[in-house]
């Protein structure tokens, strides 16, 4: 009865394990006691490309791939003395020859008195786990579109490079952000802005040493691991070498464009002693080197930190200025030089923190135009203007023209002009008592999205100005297919109009302005010397502390009220 039984068991058990080995999506081999195969199941052929009839009597030894050493094997087949099992990877080779990771499972079966009779290995083909195992590996280490290590691969090795620094040497670390990289890729598209990025990465690489490493960490920025440095101006040198890289444009099919860089330096252990520290100062001396207005370079030093430390404390301070109501426009005169009649207002803006006091809008501006404040605050000084016009205009006073100054940001964002023609609309403002002000500094921009801008403006009727002209590098020339109203000199070739070049440069720009039909103001104008000589050349308006400081409203008003004549105001 039991062994009848235990027979039926038997035949279950076989059928039962038989069907197991057809349907597992693991591969099955049975080996005798002698280690020699017995039987096989089709999912081990699918993965090895053997069949039954190939590997039946063979010994497993068949599928070695020669990756393990007979350490390996004999470790191995001690744990399955010993412990009647091993588990892990290996690596085998199919029919075909290609060698592929599997995970295994060796179990020993013994019978009643413990002697063995069977093998059973078990394994999964694990290349496809291996493949994305590698793969997050690389993404995690590498820069896909460059392959180059990335911020957190190079933050490790500059860790390996600290620790091994036997102090004879330096680290240095040159922390390299690409000027106006964004105006590449709007103006060409990311596919190109990515292939130069490409090429800026591979000349870069030109320039390491041997263990010298050289990392991605985001958009165009760039920092390089200088591993033997003995003197601080080596560094220096490299950048410079980085500098000359750049003479050479870019090219991709018809575009050729130059770019420029802006460096920060700083060297271990001087600047810092860990990894951390050394890549914070070499951004912080960075964004000191952009301040230049990019292409320069700037070695890390203390007092940079305090700066910086000033810009975040204004940055955030900034951050709700408009909530709290901390700003307010002071007005400066603008009068015809020879008829003494007030042209128009220039608006300026001023802010008063509770804690930090007045703060210069040359210090703020440059902030919020970085982080993209100046959109809101921007907006919020038309609205502020143009509801004074209207005060202005209940008040019974004539109407008078304000430039508002316009920052490069808020001139090219795409609600400018939306938000312009609803605010005179719903205020019901005059378009021309409104004149922009951009900096020369736009003009650098792509010229066909300036032309677009100003074109719009002009549709509305809005007057546009270039401030600050002569400071930048755009010429005359360039600018006169732009619909512009007037020039205004900057206030440093006035301020100093004893030099001879500068009384060039104001000639000259009053002549050309003038040919181009453009009316010219000169600002900064303190002395009736500087207004004699601008008088002479034929300058139509001046703007300075000669006539008026910047006014508050009520100041304003009050000279509004004492200079209005026949329907204008004149300044005595
Ligand atoms: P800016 O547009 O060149 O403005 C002229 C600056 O020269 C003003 O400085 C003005 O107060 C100053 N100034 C006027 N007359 C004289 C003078 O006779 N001598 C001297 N030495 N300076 C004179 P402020 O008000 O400090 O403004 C500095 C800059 O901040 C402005 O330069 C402008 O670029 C920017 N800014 C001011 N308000 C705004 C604004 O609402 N939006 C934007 N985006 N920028 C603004
Ligand atoms: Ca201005
Ligand atoms: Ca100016």
Redesign the pocket.
């Known amino acids: 009865m039991t062994s009848l039984k235990n027979k039926i068991d038997y035949k279950n058990k076989e059928r039962i394990f038989n069907t197991v080995k057809e349907i597992s999506t693991e591969g099955i081999i049975v080996t005798d006691k002698d280690v020699n195969i017995m039987s096989v199941n089709p999912a081990f052929s699918a993965i090895t490309g053997y069949s039954t009839e190939d590997v039946i009597g063979e010994n497993p030894r068949i599928f070695a791939s020669g990756v393990h050493n007979s350490d390996f094997y004999a470790t191995m087949w001690s744990s399955i003395h010993e412990h009647g099992m091993w588990e892990g990877e290996i690596w085998n080779k199919t029919k075909s020859g290609d060698i592929f990771p599997e995970r295994l499972k060796i179990r020993r079966v013994v019978n009643e008195v413990g002697e063995t009779e069977n093998y059973i290995g078990i394994f999964t083909d694990i290349s496809k786990i291996k493949e994305t195992e590698s793969h997050i590996n690389y993404i995690s280490n590498f820069d896909l579109l460059t392959n180059l290590p990335n911020r957190y691969l190079f933050e490790k090795k500059l860790k390996e490079h600290i620790n091994q620094n036997n102090h004879n040497k330096l680290i240095g670390l040159l922390h390299i952000n690409f000027d106006r990289f964004k105006i590449i890729n709007e103006s060409f598209g990311h596919a190109v802005g990515d292939f130069f990025l490409q090429e800026l990465g591979s000349r870069l690489e030109s320039i390491l040493g041997e263990e010298d490493i050289l990392a991605r960490f985001t958009g165009d920025e760039f920092t390089i691991l200088l591993s033997t440095v003995y003197k601080a101006e080596e560094v220096e040198n490299r950048a410079k070498k980085i500098f000359q890289l750049l003479n050479t444009p870019l090219k991709y099919k018809e575009v050729e464009v130059y770019v420029t860089a802006s460096i920060g330096a700083c060297v271990y252990p001087n600047h810092g002693n860990d990894d951390e520290t050394l890549i914070k100062n070499a951004d912080i001396a960075m964004a000191k080197a952009k301040e230049h207005d990019g292409n320069t370079f700037q070695f890390f030093k203390a007092s940079l930190e305090k700066e910086m430390s000033r810009e975040f404390t204004i940055e955030t301070y900034l951050r709700n200025s408009l909530i709290f109501d901390e700003f307010s426009i002071h007005y400066?005169p603008q009068i015809d030089i020879h008829s003494n009649k007030i042209i128009g207002v220039?608006?300026?803006?001023r802010w008063k923190h509770p804690i930090l006091g007045h703060v210069?809008?040359?210090e703020f501006?440059p902030i919020a135009e970085r982080t993209g404040l100046?959109i809101k605050i921007?907006h919020w000084?038309i609205e502020e203007v143009c509801k004074q016009i209207v005060d202005w205009k209940n008040r019974g006073l004539p109407p008078i023209k304000v430039a508002?100054?316009?920052?490069p940001k808020?001139f090219f964002h795409p609600a400018l002009i939306e938000n312009l023609s609803k605010i005179i609309e719903r205020l019901e403002i005059s378009p021309e008592l409104i004149e922009l002000?951009i900096t020369e500094s736009v003009s650098m921009h792509d010229g066909n999205r300036i032309l677009n801008t100003l074109r719009k403006l002009k549709r509305i009727g809005i007057q546009v100005s270039i401030?600050?002209f002569g400071r930048g590098h755009s010429s005359l020339s360039y600018i006169k297919s732009f619909p512009l109203n007037t020039i205004k000199i900057d206030?440093l070739f006035v301020?100093d109009i004893n030099d001879e070049g500068n009384r060039v440069i104001i000639k000259t720009i009053i002549e050309m302005s003038h040919g181009l039909g453009l009316k010219v103001i000169a600002?900064?104008?303190?002395s009736l010397m500087e207004l004699q000589y601008l008088k002479k050349q034929g300058c139509d308006i001046a703007?300075?502390?000669?006539y008026s400081k910047?006014l508050t409203v009520n100041q304003l008003t009050v000279l509004f009220n004492d200079c209005k004549y026949n329907g204008s105001y004149y300044i005595s």
Request: glycine share 10%; net charge negative; hydrophobic share 30%.
């Open positions: 400066q220039e608006a300026l803006l210069s809008p040359m501006i100046i921007g000084v508002i100054n316009c920052s808020q002000e401030d600050d206030k301020q600002e900064g104008v303190e703007q300075g502390y000669l910047p």
